[in-house]
């Protein structure tokens, strides 16, 4: 055995002397300020201010929603704003079209004043209808189409022979949309079904 070797009883020894110093060895800890921190509590205080920032940007990021949402809602009221600003204006224009057209349509003969009165009447006509899509007033005329109670009002219901039912065989008064928005319903007559004979009838 060379002199530099050292014997079992000795290495026993500088083992246990690591044993022990890793025993009594101090949990790990650092210093802030006058308070002393373990790993565990820097592990926690790390997840809550973690959880904090995550929470103010949930709330960024609503905040930010709503304002966007908002925007629009305001910028969507302008536009409205815009487009049916006339609303008003052309519901009142509506009747004196109106009287326009039932004096054309009364409006019979051949005399000289007549003719005159027709002609002056259908270009006043014109210029209403020039007038209104210029503003995309659009007429609702709907003969012969489905009977629509958004669009139309039923002011009667008849038997119509060769009429599908529920369509509309006759319009009393055109209806008028702004933009897309209704300014006044069509007043219409529609078709319906063929009543069945009772059977009383049947039997005479």
Do not use: C
Request: zero cysteines; hydrophobic letters at 40%.
């Amino acid at each position: 055995m060379s002199i530099d070797q050292e014997s079992p009883e000795s290495q026993v020894e500088v083992e246990a002397e690591v044993v022990n110093e890793a025993v009594n060895e101090e949990p790990q800890h650092t210093e802030v300020g006058e308070h002393e921190y373990t790993i565990e509590e820097l592990k926690k205080e790390l997840e809550e201010a973690k959880q904090k920032a995550n929470d103010s940007w949930d709330k960024a990021v609503r905040t930010q929603a709503e304002m966007e949402n908002l925007k629009r809602r305001t910028q969507k009221d302008l536009e409205d704003a815009h487009k049916f600003a006339l609303t008003g204006f052309a519901k009142d224009l509506l009747p004196v079209l109106d009287s326009l057209v039932l004096g054309l349509q009364a409006a019979t003969g051949d005399s000289e004043d007549v003719k005159k009165f027709r002609e002056g009447s259908e270009l006043t006509i014109k210029q209403f209808e020039a007038l209104f899509a210029k503003f995309n007033i659009v007429a609702i005329d709907p003969l012969g189409l489905p009977f629509n109670p958004e669009q139309h009002q039923a002011m009667l219901m008849q038997e119509v022979e060769g009429a599908e039912p529920n369509t509309v065989v006759n319009v009393f008064q055109k209806g008028y949309m702004l933009n897309g928005r209704l300014l006044r319903p069509a007043m219409v007559v529609v078709a319906k079904s063929a009543e069945k004979p009772s059977e009383v009838d049947e039997q005479a």
